[in-house]
């Protein structure tokens, strides 16, 4: 049995055979053969496999994920279906080359063709072309390629990394945890994990050496520890620590009927993160508060094209209803950085957390924004509406956007359409610049709301994708805790009420710190919600506020976590 040891993410214990999510190897040799109709009749049976294989997906696709994932299949079956496309490859074979070279051969030369164009539906289809005749060279060569939207047994998934769209597309059902090579605690597929509730280990290097597909694994997300073909004993003893895991779960189901309130009678809210109105049901499950975070680049993922003004309304409109009066507070598009819009085409980046990401992309193409923009306001009259934006790092920006809100609800009002005059505008402060002036954010914001996932990064200078550096990434280093507690007397100096919406919320060492600096909202994974609640009253803010200066004081993140330690004994 051999062990390994990543960076846990997601807490809960998976035992499953290991299902490898490896690039195949799908080199050819350029060997020549004797008969041309022969070699073009491999070609057809290898295209029409392909075609089996993208209609049993489009099928699974279609039913798990819906029609949209499975309209990507039927754009390849197009593909597969494009005589020019093939013909070319039959033309090839003609000429003397085996199969496998014409099909790479014609395949460079579409690509090349496609993405010279200044057209972005043809640079698109450039994608789908790729992707197709990969399936048709696999065929050739006979080697399997991975496909998760086909899993239908229990198993832990292994890659060198799972990007957030390919994590959103995982189905729990069978999927039990996964384990990457990369990655940091707060990457955005690692959140997802939370959310989806699901073990997951990231930043264990060898993995996708070490580990085989098919291979037993035990694995367990609170520690990072993996076993590979575990001994009996060990299958048992962590078939004990799942059952006492469900069990403490369970204890805290009472949790979900009760108010979100600390020994001392001290009320704060508890909301949830989100990405897709979909995600609403998890959080409402445990007596969410409210959505402090709805991650709206989700709803722009694993698609062709952007989603309509219609689109969006109809979901911001939806978690609206659900929520019932609750409030929701909507994040305007954050991407860049680990979360990719492949059809918006934007160009590579040496830095790309420090780039061309959120509202900087939002505030140049505005366009798209505005959509957004129109979307949310026509959505606001269903509910209790509050828009943030991200990334904000200079009130010039934060002022731009509001411009641009205003003069999108002032052409939909003259348009009669109806938009609520209640919608705080708030944004986040992630960066240091902003936590910096966040006195002078808070007399133009109506609220704020504390991103500690990026201003960790951002502050310490640490990557939080980077696994090498992970040591780095301290939500309780002391200039952590002293710009959070900046940021709350700021807003509270002007009255406006204060959130986190970082992970740091649902820290259990952070929590007492929080709840002691007066912070009014905290949102997370809805499945941090019930552990964060039954802290909550065990806690006492008055015997904690006396704490406050001591541990601002300390000089390093381990002091702090001690100190908390101690303080909860
Ligand atoms: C954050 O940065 O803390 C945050 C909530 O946003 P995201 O994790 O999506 O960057
Ligand atoms: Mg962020």
């Not at 264990?204 to 076993?227: P, V």
């Not at 009472?254 to 989100?274: P, R």
């Not at 923009?373 to 509406?385: D, E, F, T």
């Not at 002691?516 to 802290?535: H, N, P, T, W, Y």
Request: proline share 4%; net charge negative; charged share 25%.
């Amino acid at each position: 049995m051999l062990a390994l040891k990543g960076i846990p993410v997601s807490n809960g214990a998976a035992i499953a055979k290991a299902y490898c999510l490896v690039e195949p190897d799908l080199s050819y040799s350029k060997k020549t053969f004797q008969n041309t109709d022969a070699e073009i009749m491999r070609l057809n049976e290898a295209i029409n496999h392909t075609k089996i294989e993208i209609e049993h997906i489009q099928t699974a696709a279609t039913q798990k994920y819906g029609e949209d994932k499975g309209a990507i299949f039927g754009a390849h079956l197009l593909v597969l279906q494009d005589p020019e496309l093939f013909n070319g490859v039959a033309e090839k074979i003609k000429s003397g080359m085996n199969a496998e070279q014409a099909l790479d051969e014609t395949t460079q030369f579409f690509l090349q063709m496609f993405e010279d164009m200044d057209n972005d539906y043809m640079k698109e289809r450039a994608a789908d072309i790729r992707d197709v005749s990969k399936r048709v060279m696999a065929q050739l060569l006979g080697v399997e390629l991975p496909d998760y939207s086909r899993i239908n047994e229990d198993v832990i998934i292994v890659a060198n990394d799972l990007t957030p769209s390919m994590t959103t597309q995982l189905d729990s059902t069978y999927v039990k945890g996964f384990i990457t090579n990369v990655g940091g605690k707060t990457s955005h597929t690692a959140i997802l994990a939370r959310a989806m509730d699901i073990p997951a280990i990231v930043g264990a290097k060898s993995a996708t050496l070490d580990i085989q597909h098919g291979e037993g694994l035990i694995m367990d997300g609170s520690t990072g520890e993996i076993f590979i073909n575990p001994t009996n004993e060990y299958i048992a003893q962590y078939k004990q620590l799942e059952d006492e895991l469900k069990q403490s779960k369970q204890q805290l189901e009472k949790y979900s009927q009760l108010k979100s309130v600390s020994k001392d009678g001290h009320v704060v809210e508890l909301a949830g993160n989100i990405g897709k109105p979909q995600d609403v049901a998890s959080v409402l499950a445990v007596g969410g508060e409210g959505i402090g975070l709805f991650r709206t680049e989700f709803l722009y993922m694993d698609r062709l094209d952007l989603p309509s003004e219609d689109e969006q309304f109809t979901s911001y409109k939806e978690v609206l209803e659900a929520l019932n009066g609750k409030p929701v507070v909507v994040r305007t598009l954050d991407i860049g950085g680990d979360k990719n819009l492949p059809y918006l085409k934007l160009p590579e980046e040496m830095n790309p957390f420090l780039g061309y990401r959120a509202i900087r992309l939002c505030l140049d193409r505005q366009e798209l924004f505005r959509i957004q923009l129109r979307a949310l306001l026509r959505a606001s009259v269903y509910g209790n509406l509050k828009i943030m934006f991200p990334m904000i790092a200079t009130l010039e920006e934060f002022r731009m956007a509001k411009v641009i809100l205003e003069e999108e609800k002032e052409k939909l009002l003259g348009e009669n359409i109806p938009v609520s005059e209640e919608i705080e505008i708030g944004l986040m402060i992630e960066i240091p610049s902003a936590a910096m002036i966040a006195d002078l954010f808070a007399k133009e914001a109506d609220f704020l709301s504390i991103g500690t996932n990026d201003l960790i990064q951002y502050t310490l200078a640490v990557d939080r994708m980077n696994e090498n550096v992970s040591y780095l990434y301290q939500p309780y280093h002391p200039a952590i805790l002293r710009l959070v507690k900046m940021i709350i007397d700021a807003g509270h100096a002007e009255g406006k009420w204060v959130g986190m919406c970082g992970e740091m919320a649902g820290d259990s060492i952070a929590v007492p710190i929080l709840l002691a600096l007066g912070l009014d909202e905290f949102s997370m994974s809805a499945s941090s919600i019930l552990s964060v609640r039954s802290q909550l009253v065990t806690l006492s803010k008055e015997q904690l506020v006396p704490h406050i200066q001591n541990l601002l004081q300390l000089s390093t993140a381990q002091q702090v976590e001690r100190v908390v330690k101690n303080i909860l004994k």
